[in-house]
């Protein structure tokens, strides 16, 4: 099993830019800071003990390599091309966000840093950090805004049990942003110490590319084991794009085979209005958020706008450089699914397959359906399951029934 790929010709530079997309737009004590960083990861991800302590943790801790599961009960209910599920939810933890976790961490730690700091909105991205910090012996500050951690309790205990300690951020509305601008905040007392590990293939130059690396395990993982179950590769690739990390990883392994088609899927939320929807992709333009330039939903003096997703875990204004790029370029397609489109998938999964998944990964499952049916038999498309259900059941059954 490999572990890492840097496989990634020239994607991003030097500069970290993937096409026009990317960089590192930080105040000036952090430019030295962050190439520290891109340079102790550039040597470490050739560094056969580093590669070996990730592969390691990979197999007898997160349990990879995930399955690839085809769903016979789903293709016949669709009764179109033959649906596969890459299992990213039965990794610890539930989801694809501890192998970039994971990685960080031990990023961190060889750099001697003392601290792993990070926001989190609905919790998801504080637990996996939280894990890797706890198994790899670093201290861990998680900010939350307070009505986050009002409505995501059962994640604020995870944290703390796993050791982690969660700062409540009290100021504007109590939500991520908040957290964000918080957790920046303390990271700036002593951003040599402390290594503020970013949870999505965002934010400035290395980090797009370091958490894309540690996710290209899910697509090396899946091309070898759909070969064996098949004899070939898939039609079509699908996968969720919040930040674009699960997808990225997925995605990676077949860039360079232009007859595979491949659909990353954004949420419409509740329609194409202002402030009800996350497709960053589908509706935004360039601009600047968090310290890197990408595709943007942003207001004319280009402040991020407000956005929305029954998936927590979708809804972010901004969206990974690189995917910026592949739109650009045309290399993937990026397609939506409503909310009431993804609760139907959640729905139809779970009884189908006895698979419940993310609300974020019911967006991926709701369009490969819709594919399936379009392309019709003798296709094959593989989705990537990015999470596990569990997190959503209380919040779908009080707002949808059973
Ligand atoms: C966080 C999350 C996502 C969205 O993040 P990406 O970086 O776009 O992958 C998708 N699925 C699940 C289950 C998540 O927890």
Redesign the pocket.
């Known amino acids: 099993m490999s572990a890492i790929s840097g496989n990634t010709a020239g994607c991003p530079d030097e500069r970290g830019y993937f096409g026009n997309y990317g960089g590192a737009f930080v105040p000036p004590v952090l430019e030295g800071v962050l190439r520290g960083i891109r340079e102790a990861y550039l040597e470490l991800r050739v560094t056969g003990e580093f590669i070996d302590e990730l592969r390691d943790l990979y197999l007898h801790y997160i349990g990879r390599p995930s399955p690839v599961y085809f769903a016979k009960n789903l293709t016949a209910l669709v009764g179109g091309s033959s649906i596969y599920l890459k299992r990213e939810d039965l990794n610890h933890t539930g989801?694809?966000?501890i192998n970039h976790c994971m990685g960080e961490a031990l990023v961190a730690r060889r750099m001697g840093k003392t601290r792993l700091i990070a926001e989190t909105g609905a919790g998801?991205?504080g637990v996996a950090l939280a894990t890797a910090a706890a198994i790899t012996g670093l201290p861990c500050t998680i900010y939350m805004g307070t009505v986050d951690m009002e409505k995501e309790r059962p994640n604020v205990t995870r944290m703390r049990l796993l050791g982690a300690e969660v700062v409540p951020v009290s100021r504007g509305l109590g939500t991520l942003k908040d957290a964000v601008d918080a957790a920046f905040e303390a990271y700036m007392e002593d951003p040599e110490g402390q290594f503020y590990a970013i949870g999505?293939?965002v934010g400035p130059d290395p980090f797009p590319m370091m958490v894309r690396d540690f996710q290209t395990v899910v697509g090396l993982e899946a091309r070898e084991q759909f070969l064996e179950m098949t004899g070939g590769l898939p039609d079509c690739l699908v996968a969720?794009?919040?930040?674009?990390?699960?997808?990225i990883g997925l995605f990676t392994a077949f860039l360079d085979d232009p007859g595979i088609d491949i659909y990353g899927v954004e949420p419409s939320g509740r329609g194409f209005r202002p402030g009800q929807h996350a497709a960053t992709l589908t509706l935004g333009s360039p601009g600047l958020i968090h310290g890197f330039r990408c595709y943007l939903l942003q207001d004319e003096e280009g402040e991020p706008l407000p956005v929305y997703s029954v998936a927590s875990?979708?809804d972010y204004p901004g969206v990974g450089p690189q995917h910026s790029h592949l739109k650009d370029t045309g290399r993937v397609r990026y397609e939506t699914v409503s909310d009431s489109e993804a609760i139907e998938a959640f729905r139809v999964l779970s009884r189908v397959e006895g698979i419940i998944p993310?609300l974020?990964?019911a967006h991926a499952v709701a369009f490969s359906m819709e594919l399936a049916r379009r392309l019709g038999p003798g296709k094959s498309v593989l989705v990537n399951l990015?999470?596990r259900g569990d997190k959503d059941l209380d919040f779908v059954v009080d707002n949808y029934g059973l």
Do not use: R, T
């Open positions: 989801a694809h966000k998801q991205h999505s293939v969720c794009v919040g930040g674009g990390s699960n997808a875990g979708l993310a974020e990964s990015s999470g």
